[in-house]
């Protein structure tokens, strides 16, 4: 396994530097192409109860933002099907990472104050990408078990790809309003935000609507975002 991440750095830092050299201008004039968590975080961020708040981030493999929400003095859990290597190099002592499926987890009832889904309710029970086996219903079976964990009023952070509804393999599933409120039984939705890509690639705000009419492809697509409520009813 060594050998084989020893080969990755070197064949990436090579390849960094001849992508440097042959296109120097790209990376002067952008080093950092905007992508959906620069307008994800935020949402999340503005949204989340505040700290010492008892938080999941569903799907964290890859991620340092649970560690940085451990930083602000939250309770922070972690959970998925893959390793979370970041723990190898920080460690919090308020951030704990369990390696499951979300859609059979062993938390208790009622036991969070706020549960993250940042783009990833969409990849669940879609296989050849993350892991996960193939289950047509798997990201309803990952929203029941979000509600079953959630304590009553708890906060759930959910964004999607969103536009005309279609599933994208191995990528992603992309939802419409009606697939939006199948997901969405027995949560409130308090607040709903939409945004697109222009033709610079850059994200802008837009309506419902014009989101909803967008037909997305692997690389293009809508976002909705999602702040809900769980109902005690």
Not at 28 to 46: C, M, N, Q
Not at 66 to 75: E, K, Q, V, W
Not at 134 to 155: C, H, T, Y
Request: hydrophobic content about 40%; aromatic content about 14%.
């Amino acid at each position: 396994m060594k050998i084989k991440e020893n080969l990755y750095v070197f064949l990436s830092k090579r390849g960094i530097s001849l992508f440097q050299k042959v296109f120097p201008e790209y990376f002067a004039r952008e080093p950092l192409k905007p992508t959906d968590r620069f307008i994800e975080y935020p949402f999340l961020v503005l949204n989340l109860p505040k700290a010492p708040a008892k938080v999941l981030d569903v799907g964290c493999a890859g991620s340092f933002f649970p560690l940085m929400l451990a930083g602000f003095g939250y309770d922070v859990y972690g959970i998925d099907i893959r390793e979370y290597a970041i723990l190898n190099r920080l460690k919090f002592n308020n951030f704990q990472f369990i390696k499951e499926d979300i859609g059979a987890n062993s938390f208790p009832d009622n036991f969070f104050d706020a549960v993250l889904a940042i783009s990833t309710v969409e990849h669940i029970g879609l296989s050849g990408r993350y892991g996960a086996g193939e289950d047509a219903f798997g990201d309803k079976k990952a929203m029941l078990q979000i509600k079953r964990v959630l304590k009553p009023k708890g906060i759930l952070i959910l964004t999607v790809p969103f536009g005309k509804a279609k599933t994208i393999k191995p990528y992603n599933r992309v939802y419409d309003v009606a697939l939006i409120n199948e997901l969405m039984g027995g949560f409130r939705i308090e607040k709903e935000e939409y945004y697109m890509l222009d033709s610079r690639d850059n994200w802008y705000k837009c309506p419902k609507e014009e989101a909803a009419a967008f037909d997305s492809n692997e690389s293009r697509y809508a976002v909705c975002l999602i702040k809900a409520v769980k109902e005690t009813g």
